[in-house]
């Protein structure tokens, strides 16, 4: 898949087709995510938002944090579960490679989730700079559900 940024262009490996691939978009990265699960999918989700910035295999789960998120319905739950990881990057320059969500849960009218999630500080070094993710946008935004996968399809502005 290639994505071109003004002088940037990514070009991203389609060998992680199975938990995400890039679908066609004309200027912003546009990502379907699969799962057996919702939050399999969003776990999926995230690892292809840092995929648009790096390649993740070079991303060592070496810190451990925890990230806590509420929305008032899916979308609103995956968009605020990736914009947290978004400004979690801009704020501390840490990458992350693997995100592990054990539930979704409702309570009082509102999702949320707590993830542990594992990644290292980028190192310009090691880590690859591809192309940098702006935002997650509610543009074309879908959760589908077949009665043994979810699939979750976002924008991220680049």
Known sequence: ???ESGSQTLVISMVKKAR???LEHTSDAYIAAYGATLEEAFENAALATFEVMTDVESV???I???VEVIGEDEQALLYNWLEKLLVRFDLTDTLYSRFKIPAIEEA????????RIWGEPLDVAKHQRRVGVKAVTYHQ???LRKPKSVTVKFILDI
């Open 141 to 143: 935004m879908e959760i």
């Open 64 to 66: 451990e944090e925890v």
């Open 60 to 62: 060592e789960p070496v």
């Open 1 to 3: 898949m290639l994505f």
């Open 20 to 22: 995400f691939e890039f």
């Open 108 to 115: 009082q009218g509102v999702l949320g989730l707590k993830a």
